[in-house]
């Protein structure tokens, strides 16, 4: 669609991340075609393994996951991006898993949150098909994650504790003691 630009990440207290997303109507609009566009690229940049409109300043239902492994997440796994429209949670395991997370929007910060272990959830896609996929693990976290921007939350909202909220260099050390 032309030359893709690298878009600002809106960092925690910026009031569009705790604003409720507006459904995309139009997924065929130029507009919503080249935010999905430049949240790819803005997100291959960054080094994280989803992001949600809200994140760079759009306040719309669309999410990416693209787990790869990399500095911030070294065993998450291999997948291509998912562009996900409009997406909601349909089912949720009864399993809960805790682990750690960090966010583009509140770097250098990692928090141990409590996620469904598996979800079902359905969506549109860039191309306006309607599906409806289980997400497992790692990748059922980045969508539960990716989702709370959607609703105006971010994952240290779920931290039932501040002992369970680390500076990235302390967060380091912990995961390999």
């Given at each position: 669609?032309?030359?893709?630009?690298?878009?600002?990440?809106?960092?925690?207290?910026?009031?569009?991340?705790?604003?409720?997303?507006?459904?995309?109507?139009?997924?065929?609009?130029?507009?919503?075609?080249?935010?999905?566009?430049?949240m790819l690229?803005?997100?291959?940049?960054?080094?994280?393994?989803?992001?949600?409109?809200?994140?760079?300043?759009?306040?719309?239902?669309?999410?990416?996951?693209?787990?790869?492994?990399?500095?911030?997440?070294?065993?998450?796994?291999?997948?291509?991006?998912?562009?996900?429209?409009?997406?909601?949670?349909?089912?949720?395991?009864?399993?809960?898993?805790?682990?750690?997370?960090?966010?583009?929007?509140?770097?250098?910060?990692?928090?141990?949150?409590?996620?469904?272990?598996?979800?079902?959830?359905?969506?549109?896609?860039?191309?306006?098909?309607?599906?409806?996929?289980?997400?497992?693990?790692?990748?059922?976290?980045?969508?539960?994650?990716?989702y709370d921007?959607?609703?105006?939350?971010?994952?240290?909202?779920?931290?039932?504790?501040?002992?369970?909220?680390?500076?990235?260099?302390?967060?380091?050390?912990?995961?390999?003691?």
């Amino acid at each position: 669609m032309g030359k893709k630009s690298l878009l600002s990440i809106a960092k925690l207290g910026n009031k569009v991340l705790r604003k409720k997303a507006k459904k995309v109507r139009d997924i065929h609009n130029r507009k919503i075609k080249r935010i999905i566009d430049d949240m790819l690229y803005t997100l291959k940049k960054s080094n994280g393994v989803g992001l949600a409109a809200p994140q760079v300043y759009h306040s719309y239902q669309i999410l990416i996951i693209a787990s790869k492994p990399n500095a911030r997440y070294p065993n998450a796994p291999l997948m291509k991006p998912r562009v996900l429209i409009n997406p909601k949670i349909i089912k949720t395991s009864k399993k809960k898993l805790h682990d750690w997370e960090g966010c583009l929007s509140i770097p250098g910060i990692r928090a141990n949150v409590s996620r469904y272990k598996k979800i079902k959830v359905s969506y549109t896609t860039p191309k306006g098909k309607e599906k409806t996929i289980t997400l497992k693990g790692f990748i059922a976290r980045i969508f539960q994650h990716e989702y709370d921007h959607l609703i105006g939350k971010v994952y240290i909202d779920h931290v039932k504790s501040s002992d369970m909220v680390s500076e990235e260099y302390y967060f380091k050390r912990i995961v390999k003691s």
